[in-house]
């Protein structure tokens, strides 16, 4: 094998411990995206000439909204056949036979979608009601692409949503990953998806920072998000080809889950860039 085209991946998912707690390079991650999201969204408050205040509230919203989201989204798309069973380890982080502290694994983005729009009108109607709905998800966004770009990092760090294998000597060879159908650990090279989706994202925000700065477009009610929707879901349908499936589901090159998911996903985003609309101020 050609050392040089593959990279042997095996770092510690913690980045370090202090007695009984551990701090993981996952968990950082989200903090981190939170907190850039918090600074990003106070400059585009400040810039609409809104309150920033209420970029606080808008925090704890997208919070548990992101995290309940994604961990139902999780257990209602992926991961039913296990949890129709365990309803009492849905929200919490244990598994009950045996006994284990789990953490709250299991995470899925279409879920954490979903969640943050339903927080959005909750966030609209008790905090913000002289904006539109989509004046705030235009907004949420924003920051919402650049965060994903954090958390795949952090799938990067624990070796999980991998890629399949290249069948060539590329790759990454992800040592602490294991493989459920050789039954072993992995020792050959395969996609770094998890590092494609992040660069993927980061363009995505790119994309939308500049539309919002230097068009007139973040005027027009709910392009923002329609861009964001269809570049982000197009993103994850594209790359879900060269992951292995969360399900054993796929046959060959048939879509999974998650592609099927995003299909709805990319449609809306294409009627909020095309529709006719309105000027917001």
Known sequence: MNVLLSIDWNPSPILFQLGPVAIRYYSLMFVVAFLLGIFIEKKLYKNDKVSVELVDSLFIYTVIATLLGARLGDVFFYSWGYYKDHLLEILLPVKFNPFQFTGFRGLASHG?????????????????????ILWILDRVVIPVAIGGSFVRIGNLMNSEIVGKYTGTDFGFIFHRHYDEVLKAFDTAPRYPTQIYEALSYSLVFVILW????????????????????????SVRFIIEFFKI?????????????????????????????????????
Not at 210 to 233: A, S
């Open 245 to 281: 499936a969360q399900l054993e589901e796929r046959q060959q090159w048939s879509l999974n889950t998650g592609q099927w998911l995003s299909i709805p996903m990319i449609l809306v985003g294409f009627y909020f860039i095309f529709r006719k609309r309105k000027a917001f101020s």
């Open 112 to 132: 954490a979608a979903i969640g943050i729009v339903i927080a959005m009108f909750l966030y609209k109607k008790y905090k913000l009601p002289e904006k539109s």
């Open 210 to 233: 500049f539309i919002y700065w230097k068009t007139d477009k973040r005027i027009k009610e709910g392009y923002l998000f329609g861009v964001f929707m269809v570049l982000l879901w």
